[in-house]
């Protein structure tokens, strides 16, 4: 049973648009959610991170929305560049399992020229 | 989905002691398995990669001595902090690789040495 989905394995967008990952989750529990962006041969580099009292993180060129109605947060990039193409992961975790991070399957971003 | 499994959650021990920390693959056999410390909000940093019935290799600055590894199956890796002190207290994350790049991560142990 997993707890959070990155129903997308991949996704393609073009230079210079807007890149969105989406990811869901089902446990109503969770009070803080985190993105991770990896490149290959390197661990997971933390990016931004929004807690369940807000809707919405902003930095730099990073944005995080997440709607706890619809247990869904979403990632947008903008303008998304060629440095841009790794894999994206979200976490969320929560303070009642010891702040345990659970992770979903990761998005693999490729940015087009 | 593929799962990655950590035991223990969390572990409190005394300056001193020794603490095993085990990383399992519940449904897939893991050939290489990654070894991670995380301070709080911050990247996760790679300690060591192990390989199925092989050395691990640790990055540098990682003493091999004090965090050893064993990745004694396809399903198992182990870690054990010997001698643990205060500042070793962290996130302590596993990943298991299934495949070429698909890359799996155990939800962590936090060990906290008094």
């Known amino acids: 049973d997993q707890q959070v989905k990155q129903n997308s394995p991949s996704l393609s967008v073009q230079e210079g648009r807007i890149s969105i990952l989406n990811c869901d989750y089902t446990n109503s529990m969770f009070d803080y959610f985190l993105w991770y962006k990896k490149y290959p041969a390197e661990g997971p580099t933390f990016l931004i991170s929004?807690?369940?009292i807000k809707d919405k993180n902003e930095d730099g060129r990073f944005t995080v929305f997440l709607n706890k109605s619809a247990k869904h947060l979403s990632l947008h990039i903008v303008p998304s560049q060629p440095g841009d193409s790794a894999v994206y992961f979200c976490a969320a975790t929560s303070m009642d399992s010891n702040y345990q991070l659970i992770w979903g399957a990761g998005t693999k971003l490729i940015i087009k020229p | 989905g593929a799962v990655v499994s950590q035991h223990p959650s969390w572990v409190i021990c005394k300056s001193g002691t020794s603490v095993k920390i085990e990383c399992r693959s519940l449904?897939?056999?893991?050939?290489?398995m990654f070894w991670y410390r995380q301070f709080p909000k911050q990247s996760l940093m790679l300690m060591a990669t192990?390989?199925?019935?092989?050395?691990?290799?640790?990055e540098q600055g990682v003493e091999k001595d004090k965090f050893l590894i064993n990745h004694a199956s396809l399903t198992l890796s182990t870690l054990t902090v010997t001698s643990a002190h205060p500042e070793d207290s962290s996130f302590y994350i596993c990943s298991a690789r299934s495949g070429v790049d698909t890359q799996y991560f155990g939800p962590g142990t936090r060990l906290t040495v008094l």
């Open positions: 449904d897939f056999q893991a050939t290489t």
């Open positions: 929004i807690s369940s």
């Open positions: 192990s390989n199925e019935g092989s050395k691990a290799t640790y």
